[in-house]
Nanobody, 124 residues
Framework: QVQLVESGGGLVQAGGSLRLSCAAS????????MGWFRQAPGKEREFVSS????????NYADSVKGRFTISRDNAKNMVYLQMNSLKPEDTAVYYC?????????????????WGQGTQVTVSS
């Protein structure tokens, strides 16, 4: 079994930055694609970013491209999401997740493990 714990969320003004962290325990995730998703009130969970196990291939939603950067440290079983130039529309609960799939990195139904989420609130 795998446990994922997110941290780093909070309240920030528009234009500010936050760095989310995801700590994994239970087994090594070095062969998993790691993803970040978010869910705003009344909306479906949406893909934000993903990184393949070797850490070379990354993917981003168009809405965050150029502002967010995903990274991982397999030795520490950690995944990070650096969020810059935050906007009010980035407000959501952010979830870390893991999947053995490389192709369906954007689809939440292909992710086996999920964290509990961390709240990000961006004020205007």
């Amino acid at each position: 079994q795998v446990q994922l714990v997110e941290s780093g969320g909070g309240l920030v003004q528009a234009g500010g930055s936050l760095r989310l962290s995801c700590a994994a325990s239970g087994r090594t995730l070095s062969r998993y694609t790691m993803g970040w998703f978010r869910q705003a009130p009344g909306k479906e969970r949406e893909f934000v970013s993903s990184i393949e196990w070797i850490g070379i291939t990354t993917n981003y939603a168009d809405s965050v491209k150029g502002r967010f950067t995903i990274s991982r440290d397999n030795a520490k079983n950690m995944v990070y999401l650096q969020m810059n130039s935050l906007k009010p529309e980035d407000t959501a609960v952010y979830y870390c997740a893991a999947t053995p799939s490389r192709s369906y990195y954007y689809a939440p139904e292909y992710y086996n493990y999920w964290g509990q989420g961390t709240q990000v609130t961006v004020s205007s």
